[in-house]
């Protein structure tokens, strides 16, 4: 089946709601291909590996969390920016790119979807607002030794701990990515254990001070699971070739 290429971008930027972020890097269609869409690949992160699988699976379009032209950046096209959309261009692939609305959105995103993936239920304060740090519940208390192997084996990578919280862990706050400042959030609703991707030095500091449990469960494993999920969708609404490849990343 063929789509246009306006129509699929125009429903995933309605469906993720773009306009309600204020965002490091444009969200929706980042690098213009070909106007009609059969196969799609999606990934976290538009990495030279990731262009070149979808170059070899004939892509019309690459759909990521993590596009180009981000705020701060050199907004010259050279070096490896210029060899990555050379060859978009030069095979008239189409990079589409959603970062916060893709970690924010309530059933799709990022946070969404490692709330199911560890069975929390989301109690987070004000759930209609856009919120990237969620708070949630195990549905009984357990040890932090057994919910950081639930991590470790639901994201298949060991997440570093920074001990500080109680021993028998209920609440749970996270956040997918590099969203280690936000921990402040989870110590504030007074959460046993708060997880994010990444991991900063103070990080030690506050967890132990703080009485709570940090794990950095790695960024690139806490942001798989929304791309994974709109390519599921788009797949199923619009009856389109859409895969999911992963390229690892121990970050």
Known sequence: MLMQRDQLVSYLNNLLAIDEFKDYAPNGLQVEGKAEI??????????????????????????????????????????????????????????????????????????????????LEDITPQPGLVSLVRLGRLSEPMSIELFKQQVASSLAREPLHLPGGPQQVQTISWCSGGAQGYIQQAIDWQADVYISGEVSEQTTHMAAESGIHYLAAGHHATETWGVKALAELVKKEFNLQADYIECVNPV
Not at 53 to 59: D, E, L, N
Not at 72 to 90: F, H, M, S
Not at 97 to 114: E, F, I, R, S, T
């Open 38 to 119: 059969k196969k799609l690949v999606f990934g976290v992160t538009a990495s030279q590996a990731l262009i070149d699988q979808a170059i070899a699976q004939q892509a019309d379009m690459i759909v990521v969390h993590h596009g180009y032209f981000w705020k701060n950046e050199p907004t010259t096209i050279t070096g490896i920016k210029y060899q990555r959309i050379k060859k978009l261009i030069d095979h008239d692939i189409n990079l589409v790119g959603y970062h916060l609305p893709l970690d924010a959105h309530p059933q799709l995103g990022n946070n969404a979807q490692l709330a199911k993936l560890w069975g």
